[in-house]
């Protein structure tokens, strides 16, 4: 019986060395986050009927007292328009953009900021990490739009959306900086 309980004890204590812990990541600094057109499209209970037509998934930097636009955010470059993964835009429906008609289906949304205008560009390929591997073959839309400085300052990037007749804007705003995205839905 001695031997058959040392036996037992052993046993548990290989096998609980051998187990690993999982190692969750820290939360990140700059949280995902998801915004809608309409605002409140999602499903909250049973009875609701949503009926999403736009959702952006992105990831929310701080400015943390740092220069966004022309230090961090380089003028005449690239950006993911977010942090880590770049940001993706889903159409549930077709829907125009300067003109070009773009199928219900999702992408990347890239930006190239300026002082005073951005180009936003709609791209094709997705799951990227951040800008690096952008391929501008791969762009469906180019839009340049002009910058709107906001008085109060926006401390992490904020996506959201506003109408105007039968024209959905795209609101991207951080810092001092505000664009608006003209969308027809079809």
């Not at 046993?11 to 949280?31: G, I, M, R, T, Y």
């Not at 003028?75 to 953009?97: D, H, L, Q």
């Not at 990347?108 to 800008?131: M, Q, R, V, Y």
């Amino acid at each position: 019986m001695k031997n058959f309980s040392l036996l037992t004890i052993l046993l548990l204590f290989v096998f609980s060395v051998n187990a690993q812990e999982v190692k969750f990541p820290p939360l990140d600094a700059s949280p995902a986050d998801i915004a809608y057109f309409p605002n409140k499209a999602v499903k909250f209970k049973k009875t609701d009927s949503p009926s999403a037509i736009i959702k952006v998934t992105y990831s929310r930097p701080s400015a943390k007292g740092r220069v966004i636009f022309g230090d961090l955010i380089k003028f005449g470059e690239v950006w993911r328009v977010g942090a880590n993964e770049s940001t993706e835009i889903k159409f549930y429906k077709p829907v125009t953009i300067n003109g070009v008609a773009v199928p219900a289906g999702t992408y990347s949304l890239f930006a190239i900021p300026e002082k005073d205008k951005w180009t936003i560009i709609i791209n094709k390929e997705l799951d990227l990490w951040g800008g690096y591997a952008y391929d501008e073959s791969k762009d469906l839309v180019k839009i340049v739009v002009p910058v709107k400085p906001i008085s109060t300052p926006v401390e992490s990037l904020s996506i959201a959306f506003t109408t105007q007749g039968a024209v959905t804007n795209l609101v991207i705003g951080w810092d001092k900086t505000m664009v608006e995205v003209p969308i027809t839905i079809k």
